[in-house]
């Protein structure tokens, strides 16, 4: 802990004490004519703070001052913004995300980020309901734009003026960091205002709107009804991950129950078949095999057009092909209130692909970061640590990669490499946004919690192995990160030390394993 803030102290910069005046009168004239206050509130040192908008409540802050403005837009629709202004100020200014569907002010992660020093922005997104399931808000299609990209634009211009207002002088830099919806919103802005932020630190996007909801449904209707022959059970789905981790494992050098390379991997899915199996109760037939198959490969078009990567091997199976008798419902409220405006069940049995079609027609919220070409953002220096984890079954891995050889192929023709401002760090092993049984995970990234840390890497707080560290480095100094090392605690839990680190590698560069003892970092190399 004392280590932490001492690193800190060396990024904080001497302030003027007599211009952070927290009231509402000294803010008035920064807001938009149009626009209210929700609150001006000074917060004590060690308080803890949320608000109405809020899922959770920020502890332990630092002393500041906590600004929530709200926005009226088109089609009766608005949005709440707030800000979190540390007195003791590092000079920068970060804007958070959200997770799915959800609408909420990020009050957890405005209190992370308080205690680097920045003042850290969030929205609401224009609707109050933090269930990420939950798309309702989407029948005004004013708070679909606002979900979409509005909120977040409109958030980070008023913040950033609020925090000059506040400190008395404009911010160094601007930093995004978020995850899932997080990541797609961060990237979202970046394409709309190129000057938004000089780094994003974005994990795992959920950025082909259009796509993405419509699959998880479309993943799991492949194995319904639940009473038919081809359909895969949870325990037979459990048993199938077991038999690909037994043959995926070893492939990659080292046996540790971690798949380094699942597009590496050569599975053979015949060895699970009964036909011959000793036990009738571990084995799948021909039916559950084609259901297997359709799982792990991409969905097409008739064309071979993709629509959607599948999750790569490792991920667990069942938390895409599902364990419920109805299609996974992130599409079902995508059909029926992004794209078809009604409150009427949708019927799968009619479901065929001219809803895709339609889905990219309409392109929901415009929330899509789909305008690949952001070399307006590199030429006026911008960086970019993306991470996704491996075995992420909510939002498949390789759609992260695809984005990539999307953003490299438009910045190509600039002359732009993406080493030199965009580099993609793939966790192997990882869940979404978080979590892994045994490979290391955490860099400190957003929807990276650790119970009873407030931020940062503990025990690691440097540009080695917190990505948000060596995102400003890169930013600030000019040092690239040439690699990351992420960290497994034992029981997830940083008192009872280190279970495992290892590096992850810009892709498509990969940690290959050298020699000595698997758990420490220095045992891989990236090549
Ligand atoms: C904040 O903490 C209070 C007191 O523990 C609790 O009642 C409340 O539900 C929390 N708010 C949120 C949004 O989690
Ligand atoms: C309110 O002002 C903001 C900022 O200028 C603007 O973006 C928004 O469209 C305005 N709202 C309405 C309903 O005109
Ligand atoms: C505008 O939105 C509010 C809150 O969602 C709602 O109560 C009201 O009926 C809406 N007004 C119109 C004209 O749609
Ligand atoms: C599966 O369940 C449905 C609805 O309960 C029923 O109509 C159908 O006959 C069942 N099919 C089989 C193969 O048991
Ligand atoms: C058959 O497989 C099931 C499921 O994996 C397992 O629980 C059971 O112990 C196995 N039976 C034998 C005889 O191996
Ligand atoms: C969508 O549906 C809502 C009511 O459910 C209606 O007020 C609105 O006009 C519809 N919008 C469009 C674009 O059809
Ligand atoms: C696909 O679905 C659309 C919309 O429900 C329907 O109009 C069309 O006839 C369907 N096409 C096929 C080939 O089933
Ligand atoms: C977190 O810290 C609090 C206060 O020190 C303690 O009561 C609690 O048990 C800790 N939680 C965990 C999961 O370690
Ligand atoms: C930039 O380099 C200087 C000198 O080594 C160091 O003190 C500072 O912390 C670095 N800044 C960042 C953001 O890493």
């Known amino acids: 802990m004392l280590s932490q803030t001492l690193g800190l102290a060396v990024l904080a910069l001497p302030l003027l004490a007599e211009a952070k005046d927290c009231s509402q009168a000294a803010f008035q004239k920064i807001i938009p004519s149009n626009s209210t206050f929700n609150y001006v509130t000074k917060v004590a040192a060690g308080g803890t703070f949320t608000d109405a908008f809020a899922n959770a409540n920020a502890t332990g802050l630092p002393e500041g001052c906590a600004v929530s403005v709200r926005v009226p837009t088109s089609g009766n629709s608005s949005y709440n913004m707030a800000i979190y202004l540390p007195n003791d100020w590092n000079s920068r200014i970060i804007t958070t995300g959200n997770g799915g569907y959800g609408g909420f002010t990020n009050w957890q992660d405005l209190g992370v980020y308080s205690h680097y020093g920045f003042s850290a922005i969030t929205t609401d997104t224009g609707h109050d309901n933090p269930n990420p399931l939950d798309s309702t808000f989407a029948l005004n299609k004013g708070s679909l734009e606002n979900w979409g990209w509005r909120a977040m634009h409109g958030s980070v211009l008023i913040g950033k003026a609020l925090s000059a207002e506040y400190y008395g002088q404009t911010h160094k830099y601007s930093y995004y960091s978020g995850c899932s919806t997080g990541g797609r919103q961060g990237l979202k802005e ?12 974005v994990g795992a996007p959920a950025w082909w709107i259009p796509h993405l909801g419509i699959y998880t449904s479309q993943a799991t209707l492949g194995n319904l009804p639940q009473n038919s022959s081809h359909h895969i059970s949870a325990a037979l789905a459990t048993f199938i991950n077991d038999e690909i981790l037994k043959q995926c494992d070893p492939q990659d050098g080292v046996t540790d129950k971690v798949i380094m390379n699942p597009e590496g991997c050569v599975f053979n899915p015949l060895t699970l078949l009964c036909e011959g199996a000793s036990n009738s109760s571990a084995c799948i037939t021909r039916p559950q095999l084609d259901t297997l198959y359709k799982a792990l490969h991409d969905w097409t078009y008739f064309d071979g057009t993709l629509i959607f990567p599948a999750p790569s091997l490792g991920t667990p199976l069942v ?19 992004l794209l078809l405006n009604t409150t009427e069940p949708y019927d799968w049995s009619t479901f065929n692909e001219s809803v895709v079609r339609l889905s990219e027609a309409i392109d929901p919220g415009n929330a899509s970061p789909d305008d690949y070409d952001i070399s307006a953002f590199e030429k006026r220096g911008g960086k970019v640590i993306h991470w996704h984890g491996m075995a992420d079954p909510v939002i498949p891995f390789r759609s992260s990669t695809y984005f990539y050889s999307q953003v490299a192929s438009s910045v190509a023709p600039h002359g732009i490499e993406m080493d030199d401002f965009y580099r993609f760090f793939p ?27 407030s931020h940062g890497v503990p025990g690691f707080e440097d540009a080695q192995h917190n990505g948000l560290l060596a995102l400003m480095r890169w930013v600030e100094n000019g040092t690239a990160p040439e690699k990351l090392v992420a960290t497994k605690y034992n029981d997830d839990d940083p008192k009872k030390g280190v279970y495992r680190q290892r590096p992850l590698c810009p892709y498509p560069s990969e940690p290959v394993y050298t020699h000595g003892k698997i758990g420490f970092a220095s045992s891989w190399k990236c090549s």
């Not at 966790?427 to 840390?453: R, Y």
């Open 190 to 201: 970046m394409q709309v205002s190129p000057e938004a932020f000089d780094g994003l630190f």
């Open 427 to 453: 966790i192997a092993g990882m869940s979404h946004c978080s979590g892994s049984e045994e490979a290391p995970w955490f860099i400190g990234g957003a929807s990276q919690p650790l119970t009873n840390v």
């Open 319 to 337: 938390a895409y092909i599902g364990d419920s008798p109805i299609p996974n419902p992130m599409g079902t409220g995508m059909i029926e209130h």
